[in-house]
């Protein structure tokens, strides 16, 4: 036999009365507000909906947070854009995730990283060497540095006080236009003036991941190299995994 009782499920609201399973009204302060039976259903629908989204959403971030493992682990991509997609979507709840089982979640973005220079890469290859700009950050710098700050940036006068003078004079040999980063609004300045086809950034996670999500919007392949140390000042750079990015191309591709 069907009872009907009243329950606090809707307070501060009001009380809630069900009969069996059902939700019929609730009553705020004294009156009792009827609701018709579609009314009823729309809200079990609702209800039924929110539940399957969230265990859906869940399912999804582990899903995805085993590729980032698995990607982590084993330098190889399954279903790349898909997986940067479920990054981006779900980073929130990847990174609780990560949180949870107490991993490293500087692995999310290392990954991200990556995975945008691997959907890039082949689009990059393709860019001779005389159209690609870099971007180097200014904390790379020694802290002693001479060097002025220009419109184009901050210019390098090759002191010998940091690894960027040489790999500034390096670069430009090869036919790259070089230049060192005073702030964040220079990059788009830059890309907006000379509109480079290719684009090398060196950063930390977050400055890649926003500079590489930049480019992808003006349509520009990039690749980003990641700072071993991240900081404001006397950052450290892979300098070995920086020649090899800017050394790489297709080889039927000329240089001009
Ligand atoms: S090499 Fe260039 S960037 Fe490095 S400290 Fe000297 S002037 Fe500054």
């Not at 929130?92 to 990560?98: C, D, G, K, P």
């Not at 220079?186 to 480019?215: N, S, T, W």
């Not at 950052?235 to 990015?245: A, G, I, M, V």
Request: aromatic share 12%; glycine share 8%; with cysteine.
């Amino acid at each position: 036999m069907l009872t009907a009782r009243w329950d606090k499920k809707l307070a501060p609201l009001g009380r809630s009365l069900t009969v069996g399973n059902r939700f019929i009204g609730i009553r705020v302060f004294k009156t009792i507000v009827m609701f018709p039976e579609y009314i009823n259903q729309l809200f079990y629908l609702v209800g039924e909906v929110v539940v399957l989204l969230v265990v859906l959403i869940l399912i999804m971030s582990i899903i995805v947070s085993m590729l980032v493992l698995y990607s982590f682990k084993t330098g190889n991509f399954f279903a790349a854009r898909y997986m940067l997609l479920g990054i981006v979507l779900l980073e929130n709840v990847i990174t609780a995730l990560f949180w949870i089982s107490r991993a490293d979640d500087s692995i999310i973005d290392d990954v991200g990283v990556r995975l945008r220079n691997y959907i890039n890469n082949k689009e990059y290859l393709k860019v001779p060497y005389s159209m690609r700009f870099i971007f180097m950050p200014q904390c790379v710098r020694s802290t002693q540095c001479p060097a002025k700050l220009t419109p184009e940036g901050i210019k390098c006068v090759n002191c010998g006080l940091c690894g960027v003078g040489e790999a500034k004079k390096y670069a430009e040999s090869l036919g790259y236009r070089f230049f060192i980063v005073p702030g964040s609004s220079f990059i788009k300045r830059i890309i907006k003036k000379y509109q480079p086809r290719a684009i090398v950034g060196v950063g930390c996670h977050m400055e890649i991941k926003e500079g590489l999500d930049l480019c992808h919007r003006y349509g520009i392949p990039a690749r980003g190299v990641q700072l071993l140390k991240a900081g404001c000042v006397a950052t450290t750079l892979d300098w070995e995994q920086f020649y090899e990015n800017i050394t790489e191309k297709e080889p039927s591709i000329k240089n001009t």
